[in-house]
Nanobody
């Protein structure tokens, strides 16, 4: 069974940090571009960051540039999202997703509508 499982969410104070993990089972992530997305209450799901299959290309939403870092360890079949300087507006359910489209694999361009596999999400709450 093909699965993506997110972990690492939780409650953190503004200015704090969290590291999210996205682990794959049933398939290897080597051939996929991976994206992190988030959905806040009452809002549409939005892209946060995307990484190419090799990790050589990454992209970030303007709202998280300079604060979030995406990385991957293909040997561990896992992708990470390091989040620093967290703000209350970062509060959301965070999802990872995998896509085998050319633009995702090689150019780290992740489109919500095109992703092949999705995890169930992990909740991040930034509050004092």
């Amino acid at each position: 069974q093909l699965q993506l499982v997110e972990s690492g969410g939780g409650l953190v104070q503004p200015g704090g940090s969290l590291r999210l993990s996205c682990a794959a089972s049933g398939f290897t992530l080597d051939y996929y571009g991976i994206g992190w997305f988030r959905q806040a209450p009452g809002k549409e799901r939005e892209g946060v960051s995307c990484i190419s299959h090799s990790g050589g290309k990454t992209n970030y939403a303007d709202s998280v540039k300079g604060r979030f870092t995406i990385s991957r360890d293909n040997a561990k079949n896992t992708v990470y999202l390091e989040m620093t300087s967290l703000k209350p507006e970062d509060t959301a359910i965070y999802y990872c997703a995998a896509d085998s489209e050319y633009l995702t694999i090689y150019q780290a361009i992740c489109a919500t509508a095109n992703m092949d596999y999705w995890g169930k999400g992990t909740l991040v709450t930034v509050s004092s």
